[in-house]
């Protein structure tokens, strides 16, 4: 039923709505580029030179548009659902609203969870139309299927899902929609240049700033280092480690939905 | 069974603050409170005396510092306590996309009701509350009076045994207020405790049985109303006082309020009643009536907002 309320919540709001035109628009755009002949264009680039290489180039030139897409998806999506996100939890927390919702026999963690659960359902289902519209019409265009592309939804699930805890501690915290969406943001970025450790390594000249460096990089959700995960996947078929990256981030998830959930159970409304 | 519906023991809240240098604040000190079943008790206290925060305690939107309340004889503190519990809260803020019939539906439903009773339980309270008209119409379109009477119906859906209200009638005409109480009348007799949190001192005594008044946030009175209102004074009405015994009865009674042929004498007690009409017959002026007043609600509450801490 909180799952269902938030759906209900996010359609009156127009969330919901702004959420899956904002993908639909996406799509449009998507359609209308490949329909001005860029992939007819590009076929027509490779299949200049030896016939014998013409049918792999092709599909490699296609599955690397798979892996720059997805990653695309994937930073589009995040943020698109982050900015979705950030204000339903505040609104639950409104006076004569969420005292009315603790009158009722539900615990604490419950109410948050469904709220958090109903949340994440609506950015999957909404991850889910882009992903698979745009593989469609890929898929369509080229004649190439590419299911490795698919991994972009449950990555980018995985990785709102992270966020999103993040989102419900500020919300918790400090009732603000705009903190959410500024700490989630910094947070990503922040993430990301955390994630460029090989020359920060290099520059650093200190051992404990380089230590520091590092521990803040285990400590963060891994956004750069799973997109590029998703990267190779897609675009080699090959074996990389995702465990590393997803088991840290769910670790960051669940120590922020964890300290939200105890917050919420404490808190005065 | 518990035989009280709330039972607090020197419950306490102290709300602190991380950001100024004058920290805590008590809203609520070491409060014990006992309010048998099926009974309609009304709190009092002026604004910021912390009844609202006693209400919250009740229904855990608020932890407590100290102490601890008892729903039905269960742990105010566990979900399973408030099952019987419905709650109007004070500036209550509905979820405006729901339409009345949604939201009750939704509310319904983590009071615990089936798809089933939820489908026979809302048109009858539609009903009720006079709002089946308005069952489809989205609750932003409903008036102040409107929104109380659907928080009202919310509050009656699983058929609590203790009716928690919060100010019910705040914002409403008095049109809207007496509907309010019919329907609150209306489950006299049906077992169901109403606990009415309220600064409308004449609703309070118009509708509930039991009184408490906190000051600052203690108990400052608690008892039945029949019994605090009763006997509060006297009044003496004498004729043939001369102004030498006027001056003298001034000192020593409430009140002398003159008309054109007697004069009446207010005093608060039996004794002061009897030295008053000592004073009166030595005086050599002749009594003409003496009847006990009561007092209303309302002297009641100034007189202990006002004085002491009196007893409970």
Known sequence: MLIADTFQEARARWLFWGLFALSTFLIGLFLFVLNIDIVAGARATVEIGPTSRTIYDIHKFVTVAYSWVSIALYVWGTLLAVFASAGLVPVLLEPGRIALLLSKPVSRPILLTGRY???????????????????????????????????????????????????????????????????????????????????????????????LWLAL????????????????IILYDREVDWITPVWTSAAFGLAALGSALYIFQKRDF | MSEFAIQTDRLAKTYTSRFRRNREIRALSELTLRVPCGVKFGLLGANGAGKT??????????????????????DAREPEARLPVGYLPENHRFPTYFTGHGMLDFYASLSGLDGAQRKKRIPELLERVGLKDWADVRIKKYSKGMLQRLGLAQALMHRPRLLLLDEPTDGVDPVGRREIRDILNGLTDTGVTVFINSHLLSEVESFCEYVAILKRGQLALEGKISSLVAGRGYRIVASGL???????????VESIVRTSEDVEVRVGSREEANAA???????????????????????????TTRTGIEAA
């Not at chain 1, 359902?121 to 019409?137: G, Q």
């Not at chain 1, 590419?146 to 919300?171: K, N, Q, Y």
């Not at chain 1, 990089?217 to 891994?222: E, T």
């Open chain 1, 117 to 211: 659960l109903g949340n994440l359902s609506i950015i999957a289902l909404n991850h889910v139309y882009l992903i698979v519209s745009i593989w469609l019409i890929l898929g369509a265009r080229t004649g190439i299927w590419e299911s490795r592309f698919l991994l972009a939804i449950p990555i980018s699930v995985f990785m709102f899902a992270v966020l999103l805890c993040v989102v419900v501690l500020i919300g918790v915290v400090f009732e603000s929609a705009a903190l959410s969406v500024m700490v989630t943001v910094a947070l990503m970025l922040i993430s990301s240049l955390l994630a460029q450790r090989d020359w920060s390594i290099r520059l650093l000249t200190s051992e404990w700033s380089r230590q």
């Open chain 2, 53 to 74: 925060t006693f209400v919250k305690l009740l229904v855990s939107a608020v932890v407590a510092t100290s102490g601890s309340a008892l729903l039905f004889g269960r």
């Open chain 2, 277 to 303: 009409i000592d004073m009166l017959r030595s005086g050599g002026a002749l009594i003409e009536s003496l009847a006990a007043s009561n007092s209303s609600l309302e002297d009641l509450f100034i007189q």
């Open chain 2, 242 to 252: 001369s102004d030498g015994l006027l001056d003298d009865l001034r000192a020593n």
């Open chain 1, 217 to 232: 990089y285990w400590v963060v959700p891994k956004v750069y280092d799973l997109s590029g995960a998703m990267r190779q």
